[in-house]
């Protein structure tokens, strides 16, 4: 009696995705998701617009360092229109925080609040976290400041992808 061939069933590895799905919180702001499709960086980005100038800030900013390497020399400026920051730098959190009655910084047209960069060294999911712990605005009238609520925007910004702006109560812009 011929024997009949044989056949090894085969069992495919499963293809281990290039993708992290990230989201964006905040105390203050609706979060944001994107899907990093084999991205390597990735731009968390905050903006604000206030028809008062900023007077003082104070925020930490929280990653997961497993999934998100901060890019501290692109990032070195975490606000960058304001020049008297303060920023401490821990694994998976940045502490930042600015001060100035005499020079308030003017915030009339959207401008970038708080930006980090990231080099992407995991997959799967994460988040990063903005949490604003104080924001004042402010005029100057008479050398006296008065100090009010502000208008507050976000973006996120990845490499190829469009931002996506959203105001404080989650409408999209």
Request: charged fraction near 20%; proline fraction near 4%.
């Amino acid at each position: 009696m011929p024997t009949q061939p044989t056949t090894q069933p085969t069992t495919a590895k499963p293809t281990e995705s290039k993708n992290l799905n990230v989201t964006a919180t905040s105390n203050y702001f609706p979060s944001a998701k994107v899907t990093l499709v084999n991205n390597k960086e990735l731009c968390v980005e905050y903006e604000l617009q206030s028809s008062m100038k900023l007077v003082n800030a104070e925020w930490a900013l929280n990653y997961d360092s497993s999934k998100l390497k901060l890019d501290v020399a692109r990032s070195k400026d975490f606000m960058p229109n304001v020049s008297n920051e303060v920023t401490n730098i821990k694994t998976g959190r940045i502490l930042s925080n600015f001060t100035d009655i005499t020079d308030l910084k003017d915030f009339t047209n959207k401008k970038t609040f708080v930006r980090a960069y990231f080099n992407v060294i995991g997959t799967g999911s994460t988040t990063v976290d903005l949490n604003l712990k104080t924001l004042c605005v402010g005029f100057i009238d008479n050398d006296l400041i008065c100090s009010l609520y502000s208008s507050i925007f976000m973006v996120i910004r990845c490499t190829n992808l469009v931002p996506v702006f959203f105001d404080i109560y989650g409408d999209t812009l």
